[in-house]
C-alpha cells in the first residue's frame, strides 16, 4: 500500500515560518496531485493548497502569498514553506496524494497521512 509521511511540524512564533514535508512510499506507479490540508480544533479539515504533477498549483486564499507548496516528482514528495505564520495558522496539518497503484488492485487511490502539529504562539 502507498504510505504518506509527514515531517517539519512544530512551535514557532508568530510571524515565523516552517517547513513541511512529506514523503510517498510504497508500489507507486504515479502520483497525480498532492497537497497539503488543515485542521484545526473543533473546525472541519480544509484545503491549504494543492499541486498537480506538472507543476500547477492552487491556495486557500487565506494562504496565497504566505504559503509555498512544492513537489519533486523523482522522489515522490511535496512540501510546504510556510511563512509569515499566524496563531490562527495552528493546526494539524495532512499531506495528501492522489496515487496510481497496483495494490490492492490497480486504481488510484486518495491517500492521507497521519499529520503533523503545527503551532503558532502569539
Known amino acids: 500500500q502507498v504510505q504518506l509521511v509527514e515531517s517539519g511540524g512544530g512551535l514557532v512564533q508568530a510571524g515565523g515560518s516552517l517547513r513541511l514535508s512529506c514523503a510517498a512510499s510504497g508500489v507507486i506507479s504515479s502520483i497525480r496531485d498532492m497537497g497539503w490540508y488543515r485542521q484545526a480544533p473543533g473546525k472541519q479539515r480544509e484545503l491549504v493548497a494543492v499541486?498537480?504533477?506538472?507543476?500547477?498549483?492552487n491556495y486557500a486564499d487565506s494562504m496565497k502569498g504566505r504559503f509555498t507548496v512544492s513537489r519533486d516528482n523523482t522522489k515522490n514528495a511535496v512540501y510546504l514553506q510556510m511563512n509569515s505564520l499566524r496563531p490562527e495558522d495552528t493546526a494539524v496539518y495532512y499531506c495528501?496524494?492522489?496515487?496510481?497503484?497496483?495494490?490492492?488492485?490497480?486504481?488510484?487511490?486518495?491517500?492521507w497521512g497521519r499529520g503533523t502539529q503545527v503551532t503558532v504562539s502569539s
Open positions: 499541486i498537480t504533477s506538472g507543476g500547477s498549483t
Open positions: 495528501n496524494a492522489q496515487a496510481t497503484t497496483i495494490i490492492p488492485h490497480y486504481g488510484t487511490y486518495d491517500i
